[in-house]
């Protein structure tokens, strides 16, 4: 689903934000990216979703060149990744259920199947009594569900996210990684930045550390156990 191949990233010529990435992640695994603020952990991300291109190196997405991908291709490129934000990124002029319904809207998919999906998404997510609210009435934790769900609404095969407990206390993070988990189960491949070693210390998965800009691969939560 992922391969990294060499992968460097610099800005304007200077010392390497990422330097020398390589790993593989395969179809329907769940993995955890972590390292120290500033180790090019968003950077890593943000070049599978094509919002930074490489210096040099090769990166394959779900069978995709990412290299050969034009810039006018990227907006349908996008269509298979869900991605989770720390910060929500949620539009607070619009309801939960319009939240979640843009993914759809932009893909012009027809107004019973918006309904339908969108509340399927809502119900997984616990929220579906609540589509009719504003996101500002919601705690932060049901925030982040919104984004979730807003993430998946559109079926991709692979979800992406940045620090997504990051804003949030450790029941409430341990809920939102057990939905990860529940994607994960079901097919979907699974790839999560963040700092947070006491959570992801308890859950069985893969563990890719950066560290000033290099990784390493292999390692699994459960040597942090």
């Known amino acids: 689903?992922?391969?990294?191949?060499?992968?460097?990233?610099?800005?304007?010529?200077r010392e390497e934000v990422l330097s020398d990435i390589h790993f593989r992640l395969a179809r329907g695994e769940m993995a955890f990216?972590?390292?120290?603020?500033?180790?090019?952990?968003?950077?890593?991300?943000?070049?599978?979703?094509?919002m930074e291109r490489p210096s040099r190196g090769n990166i394959i997405v779900g069978g995709q060149h990412l290299g050969k991908i034009l810039q006018r291709q990227i907006p349908y490129y996008r269509r298979h990744i869900g991605v989770v934000f720390q910060n929500h990124q949620l539009l607070f002029d619009r309801t939960v259920f319009a939240n979640v319904a843009l993914p759809l809207e932009v893909t012009g998919t027809p107004v019973k199947e918006v309904a339908r999906?969108?509340?399927?998404?809502?119900?997984?997510?616990?929220?579906?009594?609540?589509?009719?609210?504003?996101?500002?009435?919601?705690?932060?934790?049901?925030?982040?569900?919104?984004?979730?769900?807003?993430?998946?609404?559109?079926?991709p095969p692979l979800l992406l996210a940045d620090e997504p407990t990051g804003n949030l206390d450790p029941e409430l993070s341990?809920?939102?990684?057990?939905?990860?988990e529940q994607f994960n189960q079901v097919g979907v491949t699974v790839l999560i930045a963040s700092h947070d070693l006491a959570?992801?210390?308890?859950?069985?998965?893969?563990?890719?550390?950066?560290?000033?800009?290099?990784?390493?691969?292999?390692?699994?939560?459960?040597?942090?156990?």
């Open 1 to 13: 689903m992922i391969e990294f191949d060499r992968v460097g990233k610099s800005y304007d010529g």
């Open 33 to 50: 990216l972590t390292g120290h603020s500033g180790a090019g952990k968003s950077t890593l991300l943000k070049l599978m979703m094509l």
């Open 117 to 155: 999906r969108v509340r399927a998404a809502l119900d997984k997510v616990g929220l579906l009594k609540k589509e009719k609210l504003n996101p500002m009435q919601l705690s932060g934790g049901e925030q982040q569900r919104i984004g979730i769900a807003r993430a998946v609404v559109n079926k």
């Open 174 to 180: 341990a809920d939102i990684m057990h939905l990860f």
């Open 199 to 225: 959570l992801i210390s308890h859950l069985r998965h893969k563990l890719l550390t950066l560290r000033d800009g290099r990784l390493m691969v292999g390692q699994s939560t459960e040597v942090l156990a």
